[in-house]
């Protein structure tokens, strides 16, 4: 089947601005009548070109707009110059909305205010770059919440949620974002800021005549209503009857009797009944086509008292999806699917696999059936009922049931992470979004996929992945597909057509609640007919007669094919020039590394976990993970210039990531795995060969070789000209570390000098037999009295402990990408350590950066054949030392009473902090911190953006933990010298604050002690 042309497209006044000269005009007008961001630059402009669809199209100039004022002089702008204009949140679109060649007007950063909440009427007045979770984490004091929960809530705005028509989870029970909709303030095409209320008949005429409202609103006001009456017949019946359509204009919102009108889903009472004169109607879900939104009135729903979970096991896909109805006959809040290959992968994949407890045995699928009541016992009693009745009709294998609120947790956010865990698998096939949207009727659901499921078969697809909304007739179906090649863009096509075809023959709608975009955009004229697609065109003209709003997406958009990020002329030609150092094994070398990153957005979530820490700080896209992947592969594909490698070693590139930390979060916190502290220190690498390496970063990178000759007696007297104000001036000017920030300072003695009389303890001294402890550069010149005590609570715990004096983990070079060097050194560490590993010894780490760089970036250094095999084996044998006595069985226990826990980031990012929390007992808290903002030299050399980050949950939880006597236990020792450095606080190391359980305390310390403190605070880790 192919699809029916699109009509002539809406005429834009004049070409979009190709000229030199009348685009700098713009560009000079911009900047001199807003007061936000105006960014030009072609790796700016680049990493503002996608979101999470699978297109590309670089913008003219991207603003960041303060306020309204801003919006409307942008709006204005625009219009004398004929330039597009496309709004933008979150960016977390799939089906290419938020992309265009115009002016991109970034809301995420300053307009992202809740501006007023009334508790007692249940609402809010938000801002359009509000983000979703922050919004409810506000409400949430009053008991209430904005419903509509997309996966992405974490970073999706409500503007966004609004320009998309959003769905989520629980729409069954909630709606659509429409249904939360009250009232929206937008600027309109010709600058004009209008506000669009409920209103009756009589005052909707009122405002046509322009009682009240502008003359650019009351023609508005007039040709909606003409338009409506005209098309009336066409509009009734000519929208699918499905709760889930988020295609096209909400033209049926004016006319009672259309579209669905089926028995679930809200009742809108708030919103004056299900039809309304409003023209707020309208532009929910139009996606920027018809004017800018700047706030929004919502409707904010009370949160359900109890919740309880069935998790309903399936042999087969097939049977799961037959039996979504009689799952519905419990009026559950949601069924969700999610199949093997979601489940396989959440198992493995290391932002989910410690949440997967609740899968029993190896199910094709499971459906997440979900339970409101108005208490705990009336929520599980529903559960109860549920899963007994389907155990009595043979609906599922098991049925295992959560209404703890972590186990609970643990599901929903395995299944929030779905789109990622279907793209995290090795090589370049990966699964596509592109027929993933479709709703049918759930009577026909069984029958669609499964015909979908033969069609990919017969094109050649061996991997297709399923999940999502089942209760709605929408599950995300997501076929594998390797869009670098033309024959496989052709069977995108194909496959998207004859899905399109079954669709429209069950009686459902294209797009369930990802919206239209470019993706869709040319199959609406065959959805909804040519009277109905003739009327959503005359909309789009009667809002914009210069069709500068977002062009191209609903209606009049380029072909599916048009535009796809991997189809630039030469891409992988240009790729084969690339070469790192590291191999990136784990996902087939540095091009799929960066590809890897599919534009999800994860990274941009804020007061929670780690990643991103910069962009947390500064909120730019640049300095997101998304930002700096996609900064790398414009680079490495000849986008950003002719020279790939010279593109890679540019000032656009190094500005993009300067501000990452290397904290390795998003390797698990982004559910595709995107390591962007290994790719940055590649690409820092190409910047030396090309530039040479500056003095700062040879002296922090090289810092453990300095470490090594200064320790000893003699250090405080070479460091003390270090200490002179003018000394320190010259250096920063000199090197960039900050002169603010206390340098790193060396002991006045040495772990090996620490330990040298010490007598080796025998087999009957030490029971639990030989482990080795890596004597890295911070224990053995910095602070030797944390080595000192883990050498104590080793041999405390029944071990033999040797110092495996291997060499440096190359952590700092690494960090400085000075990776060639730290290839060289490593190479010579690993082997020192494979004579351990050989021998089946353990070996010990203190700190979590030295463990990761043994574990993951040495190996990946290493070449094929027997270096890496060497360095397989040594990663085996490495364990951080909380996890190595946890391991053991050794009973720890706190020696310094209640203790707040920050882990280091390589620490959650690789090892986790559980076996830290047990040794610490009842009495550890641990606090959700994010970064510490030091991360190694980071601190050095940004220190105001250091301390902004450790400000955003870090340093308050502290302070109040140190206010209330606790002990501050951080096992990292760049987080012990941040906090010491801003908060005056001393923490401690894992070993210094836990004893065997049982064992003598007091145990006499050596002269390290002193020297440890002295230094505290002085070191990069």
């Given amino acids: 089947m192919s699809i029916a042309p699109s009509p002539a497209r809406v005429p834009a006044a004049s070409p979009v601005l190709t000229d030199t000269d009348e685009a700098d005009a713009f560009v000079g007008e911009l900047s001199r009548r807003c007061r936000g961001e105006v960014l030009t630059g072609r790796t700016l402009r680049g990493i503002y070109a996608t979101d999470a669809s ?9 603003l960041v707009p303060r306020d309204e004022a801003d919006v409307a002089a942008a709006v204005r702008v625009c219009a004398a110059h004929r330039v597009p204009i496309t709004p933008r949140g979150g960016a977390t679109s799939l089906s290419g909305q938020t992309f265009g060649p115009g002016l991109v007007l970034d809301f995420s950063k300053h307009m992202d205010q809740v501006i007023s909440v009334d508790a007692e009427a249940g609402t809010a007045v938000v801002q359009p770059g509000v983000v979703r979770d922050r919004l409810n984490a506000q409400v949430a004091e009053h008991g209430l919440h904005l419903s509509p929960d997309p996966a992405t809530g974490s970073r999706a705005t409500v503007g966004g949620m609004i320009g998309n028509n959003t769905c989520g989870t629980r729409s069954v029970v909630y709606g659509k974002t429409i249904d939360s909709v009250i009232s929206l303030r937008c600027v309109l095409a010709d600058g004009t800021v209008a506000d669009f209320t409920p209103c009756d008949d009589q005052t909707w005429q009122a405002r046509a005549r322009g009682e009240g409202v502008s003359e650019t609103e009351a023609r508005l006001y007039r040709g909606v209503r003409d338009l409506v009456l005209k098309h009336q017949d066409a509009i009734r019946t000519g929208y699918p009857e ?13 006319v009672d009797g259309a579209g669905y009108t089926g028995d679930i889903g809200p009742r809108r009472e708030h919103n004056q009944g299900h039809r309304t004169w409003n023209l707020a109607n309208l532009m929910v879900g139009s996606e920027g086509t018809l004017g800018l939104i700047t706030e929004a009135t919502v409707h904010l729903e009370k949160l359900p008292e109890a919740t309880a979970l069935v998790i309903v096991h399936f042999d087969s896909l097939d049977a799961s999806l037959r039996h979504v109805d009689a799952m519905l006959e419990h009026k559950p809040s949601t069924v969700e699917l999610l199949d093997d290959i979601v489940i396989r992968e959440a198992k493995v994949n290391p932002s989910t696999k410690a949440m997967c407890n609740f899968v029993e045995g190896e199910p094709a699928a499971v459906q997440l059936v979900e339970f409101f009541g108005d208490t705990p016992e009336e929520a599980a009693d529903r559960a109860e009922n549920f899963a007994r009745d389907m155990a009595v009709r043979g609906i599922g294998y098991a049925h295992p ?5 972590k186990g609970m947790a643990d599901v929903w956010n395995t299944r929030k992470l779905g789109l990622g865990l279907i793209s995290n698998n090795y090589g370049p096939l990966k699964g596509k979004d592109f027929i993933e949207d479709a709703c049918v009727p759930t009577r026909h659901l069984a029958d669609y996929i499964q015909k979908i499921q033969k069609l990919c078969q017969e094109n050649g697809i061996d991997r297709l992945a399923l999940y999502a909304h089942a209760s709605v ?4 179906v997501v076929p594998a597909l390797d869009l670098h090649h033309d024959d496989q863009v052709e069977t995108m096509e194909r496959v998207a057509e004859q899905a399109f075809a079954w669709v429209m023959e069950y009686g459902g709608s294209w797009s369930g609640e990802h919206g239209d975009g470019q993706l869709r955009g040319q199959f609406l004229p065959k959805m909804f007919g040519p009277e109905l697609y003739g009327a959503f065109r005359e909309v789009k003209s009667l809002f914009d007669p210069h069709n500068l709003m977002n062009p ?16 630039v002329p030469g ?3 240009r790729i084969a020039e690339v070469r790192t150092l590291h191999h990136h094994r784990s996902q087939g070398g540095f091009q799929l590394a960066v590809e890897q990153c599919n534009g999800v957005g994860a990274c941009r979530k804020l007061g929670s976990g780690t990643m991103c820490p910069s962009y947390m700080a500064t909120r730019n896209e640049k300095d997101t993970t998304r930002g700096r992947a996609n900064a790398l592969r414009l680079a490495m594909s000849g986008q950003l210039g002719p020279d790939p490698m010279a593109a890679l070693a540019g000032d656009g590139v190094k500005g993009v990531l300067d501000l990452c930390l290397s904290c390795k979060a998003c390797k698990t916190e982004c559910p595709n795995a995107v390591d962007m502290g290994k790719m940055k220190a590649d690409v820092m690498q190409i910047r030396h060969d090309r530039y040479g390496a500056s003095l700062g970063y040879k002296l922090l990178g090289r810092m453990p070789d300095a470490a090594a000759r200064i320790a000893g007696p003699l250090a405080p007297l070479i460091q003390l000209p270090l200490k002179i104000p003018g000394v320190r001036f010259v250096m920063e000017k000199l090197t960039g570390i900050d002169r603010r920030r206390p340098l790193p300072a060396f002991s006045s003695t040495t772990l090996a000098r620490e330990l040298g009389g010490r007598r080796p303890r025998s087999e009957v001294e030490a029971p639990r037999g030989p482990v080795v402890l890596f ?7 910095m602070e030797p009295g944390v080595g000192v005590a883990a050498v104590e609570l080793l041999e405390a715990a029944g071990f033999r402990v040797t110092l495996a004096d291997a060499g440096c983990c190359q952590r700092p070079r690494l960090s400085k990408g000075l990776v060639r060097e730290a290839k060289q050194l490593g190479t010579q560490t690993l082997r020192n350590l494979d004579g351990f590993a050989r021998e089946g010894l353990k070996i010990v780490c203190l700190e979590p950066s030295c463990a990761s760089a043994l574990v993951d970036d040495l190996p990946d250094l290493c070449d094929d054949g027997e270096e890496a095999e ?7 044998q490495v364990r951080m030392i909380d996890v190595f006595l946890d391991e053991e069985g050794v009973e720890l226990e706190s020696s310094v009473g209640d203790t707040l826990l920050h882990g280091h980031c390589h620490q959650k990012a690789m090892f986790g902090t559980a076996s830290t929390k047990r040794a610490l007992g009842a009495g550890c808290t641990e606090v959700d911190s994010g970064c510490c903002g030091m991360a190694g030299s980071f601190g050095y050399e940004h220190m105001n953006v250091s301390e902004k980050i450790g400000e955003d949950r870090l340093f308050p939880a502290v302070r109040g933990a140190a206010a209330a006597g606790k002990t501050i236990v951080a096992p990292g020792l760049s987080c012990r010298h941040q906090i010491l450095d801003f908060l005056g606080v001393e923490a401690k190391h894992f070993v210094q604050a836990v004893r065997v359980r049982g064992a003598a305390t007091g145990v006499a310390r050596t002269t390290a002690t002193q020297d440890s403190s002295e230094a505290a605070g002085r070191a990069p880790a």
């Avoid at 699978?54 to 991207?62: G, T």
């Avoid at 499905?242 to 004016?254: H, K, M, P, T």
């Avoid at 004597?775 to 010149?781: L, M, V």
Wanted: proline share 5%; net charge neutral.
């Fill in 870 to 876: 060497m360095g397989r084996r040594v990663a085996e």
């Fill in 54 to 62: 699978l297109y590309q199209q670089f913008p003219r100039a991207v």
């Fill in 473 to 476: 007739g929408v599950v995300h």
């Fill in 401 to 405: 049931i959560r209404t703890d609120p």
């Fill in 242 to 254: 499905v709760l889930r359509r988020v295609s096209g204009y909400n033209l049926d919102e004016f």
């Fill in 775 to 781: 004597d890295d550069t911070y224990a053995s010149y």
């Fill in 552 to 567: 191209g997406k609903v209606v009049d958009a380029d072909p599916m094919s048009e535009g796809l990020r991997y189809q």
């Fill in 571 to 573: 891409y992988n030609k």
